[in-house]
């Protein structure tokens, strides 16, 4: 069964960027539309990026303008590139199907202070 391997979080600035990446291999992937979500302390998890199989993207108002979200298919690779990056960017982020089928990872902590 696939389970998603997610890396690239850190603590970085107000302004900052990271790019996060998610691993998930398997022969599902290139099969799925896949996401990212975040969980804060305190708030339920949230889906903040797709992309079908396509590669046609979509986002969270929120996150609009400034994350992108792209995938790999030949290395069952989905990546997150967040830029301006703000304080409540703050929390955990998975990759998962858009389905949510793939058992959650442990995700990748990305903090966001000065």
């Known amino acids: 069964q696939v389970q998603p391997v997610e890396s690239g979080g850190g603590l970085v600035q107000p302004g900052g960027s990271l790019r996060l990446s998610c691993a998930a291999s398997?022969?599902?992937?290139?099969?799925?539309?896949m996401a990212w979500y975040r969980q804060a302390p305190g708030k339920q998890r949230e889906e903040v990026a797709g992309?079908?199989?396509?590669?046609?993207?979509n986002y969270a108002d929120s996150v609009k303008g400034r994350f992108t979200i792209s995938r790999h298919d030949t290395k069952d690779e989905l990546y997150l590139q967040m830029n301006s990056l703000k304080p409540e960017d703050t929390a955990v982020y998975y990759c998962?199907?858009?389905?949510?089928?793939?058992?959650w990872g442990q995700g990748t902590q990305v903090t966001v202070s000065s």
């Open positions: 998962n199907t858009e389905g949510s089928d793939y058992p």
């Open positions: 398997g022969n599902s992937f290139s099969l799925s539309a």
């Open positions: 992309i079908s199989r396509g590669g046609s993207p």
